[in-house]
């Protein structure tokens, strides 16, 4: 047997003696009082968005529902927006078996898609998400030519003498940024979120939810707050729709404990979002005579915890710990990829952890020139002894690499097209090695496009018709850089991730010591206000 194989039976025999048995007491609490027939207590509905596998948060939030049962001082229901399977090392290494698991011992009344969800192709994710065993919603997932959704577009539940419908919408950017998932082998769309549709589809679904006999309508978005390329968010639903109550949001990462949005008749509706990786939970209360108001619950200030999920998430930790814990290299100092104010710094500007990956997928290529899109860098580097793991969690997705030929005017166009939003962040902001460029923020050029000579060590101009070699991920040709660099011409496709070509280039072409040269920026990118 060999070791995949014992850890797949070992995990399959931990699950068993986790999961099976009684139902957990605080959840058959919780739905025997939904049949009260009198609407005494208040309904408090926890939830959280943009999880991406920070699990510890998942026993607090659980716990926190079974203190709130334990009062019994009101109903309680937990949901989530999505964006749950992919994200960190859990994920990344059990392509999104460890999450579903520990989602299941918590037994959710209802969970939404995000973009994320896609990561690894459409029938991966249909498999994964069954396993959560709660009630997935999605009023815009379609078969291409479907006249249902996927998955249905909103579920039921009763607490007390209210019955509360969960709708769910997700972004339908996935279909440019997981492009791939919705394709098949030929590049023939077979699914479809519905872009011009969306808002339609939640309003069909809140209307069909009322006839059916809700009282209230709860919407899980994942849409988030800003317009990107769609122009779909969460205030733009409220604002075209009527008869929803709530917009739990999502996919933006945004902290909103309570916001208030118009809809079409001018009514308000509450908005909220928790943030990213448990940061937040987020706390719906709905008093006896319809009263709704959203709140944050710092996860610090969470001292409770559920012993049946922890028990799982510390399996989880076990058996990463046996694949992950490999040593790789000393780094003297942290690289993060946000900003103090948990704003994503890789996604807007040069960063010490940017250019490291990209002089890796340079160098270990043997390219010209090293790509990484900032949305590509999910986690910090901490400052110590770094293992695989802390590798794996920085680039946790299954992306082969690749090298590329790109004409120089091919690539002044990506250049342009994924800086146009800075200094706002843009998950495509390129991080570059052998390559420097000077954004301009205000008329939204690139100019001062220089390469590095190999023959020389010097910088020279770009030249536009001339060919260059790049190493990056596959993700270029799927999505990435606003695919302005899919019809590039590819030299070699190889089976080696790029999380594995960073672990090489510290381990070995670095001999597993980084020295102060990532410490700081480089200059490889400028950025002026002209």
């Known amino acids: 047997m060999n070791s995949k194989t014992s850890l797949t039976a070992l995990w399959l025999c931990i699950m068993t003696l986790l999961l099976t048995g009684t139902t957990n007491g605080a959840w058959a609490a919780r739905h025997d009082a939904a049949t009260d027939t009198k609407q005494s ?94 009630p997935v919603v999605c009023a815009n997932f379609f078969v291409c030519g479907g006249a249902a959704p996927i998955y249905q ?17 997700t972004t339908p950017e996935s279909m440019r940024s997981e492009g791939y998932a919705f394709v098949d082998g030929k590049g023939k769309k077979i699914y479809d979120l519905r872009t011009a549709d969306v808002y339609r589809l939640v309003q069909q679904a809140a209307d069909k939810a009322r006839a059916e006999g809700a009282d209230y309508v709860v919407v899980l978005s994942h849409l988030g707050e800003e317009v990107r390329s769609t122009g779909i968010t969460s205030q733009g639903l409220v604002a075209a729709t009527r008869g929803i109550d709530v917009v739990i949001d999502g996919h933006t990462h945004a902290v909103v404990p309570a916001a208030s949005v118009a809809n079409i008749d001018g009514k308000p509706i509450p908005v909220s979002q928790t943030g990213t990786q448990f940061a937040n939970v987020g706390k719906l209360l709905i008093t006896p005579d319809g009263h709704f108001s959203t709140s944050l619950i710092p996860a610090g200030d969470i001292s409770w915890s559920n012993a049946r999920v922890k028990a799982v998430t510390d399996s989880v930790k076990a058996l990463m710990q046996i694949v992950t814990e490999r040593q790789i290299a000393n780094l003297p100092y942290p690289m993060p990829v946000k900003e103090k104010d948990q704003s994503w710094c890789v996604r807007r500007r040069e960063t010490g952890i940017g250019n490291l990956v990209a002089d890796a997928f340079r160098i270990e290529m043997d390219a010209e ?44 166009a990506m250049l342009t097209k994924c800086t146009e939003k800075c200094p706002k962040a843009d998950g495509s902001f390129p991080h570059v090695s052998g390559m420097r460029y000077t954004i301009h923020t ?28 790049i190493g990056l991920n596959d993700y270029y040709s799927t999505g990435g850089f ?27 072409t670095l001999s597993g010591k980084v020295g102060d040269e990532y410490r700081e920026p480089q200059g490889r990118i400028t950025i002026v206000e002209d």
């Open 442 to 469: 205000a008329t939204h050029r690139v100019t001062d496009v220089m390469i590095l000579d190999k023959a020389t060590g010097k910088y020279v101009p770009l030249q536009p018709e001339r060919e260059y070699t």
């Open 153 to 169: 577009p909103y579920v039921i539940k009763q607490f007390g003498n209210k019955r509360i419908a969960f709708v769910g919408v």
């Open 41 to 134: 207590k208040s309904i408090v509905i926890l939830y959280e968005n943009d999880v991406h596998c920070a699990i510890d948060g998942y026993s607090q939030m659980c716990g926190l529902r079974d203190a709130m049962i334990a009062s019994d001082t009101c109903h309680v229901a937990m949901v989530s927006a999505g964006d749950f399977l992919q994200g960190a090392l859990s994920g990344a290494i059990s392509h999104g078996q460890y999450i579903v698991d520990i989602m299941r011992a918590m037994e959710y009344d209802a969970v939404t898609l995000g973009n994320h969800e896609f990561d690894y192709g459409v029938p991966r994710m249909l498999e994964m998400v069954a396993q959560t065993g709660a």
């Open 482 to 508: 606003y695919s302005t660099l899919k019809d590039s011409r590819l030299i070699n496709s190889t089976t080696k991730l790029s999380r594995d070509i960073v672990a090489d280039y510290l381990e070995k």
């Open 369 to 412: 020139i090293g790509i990484v899109n900032g949305g590509g860098l999910r986690n910090d580097l901490p400052a110590g002894t770094l293992n695989y793991g802390d590798i794996v969690s920085v680039q946790p997705f299954d992306n082969h690499m690749c090298l590329i030929g790109v004409t120089g005017n091919q690539l002044m």
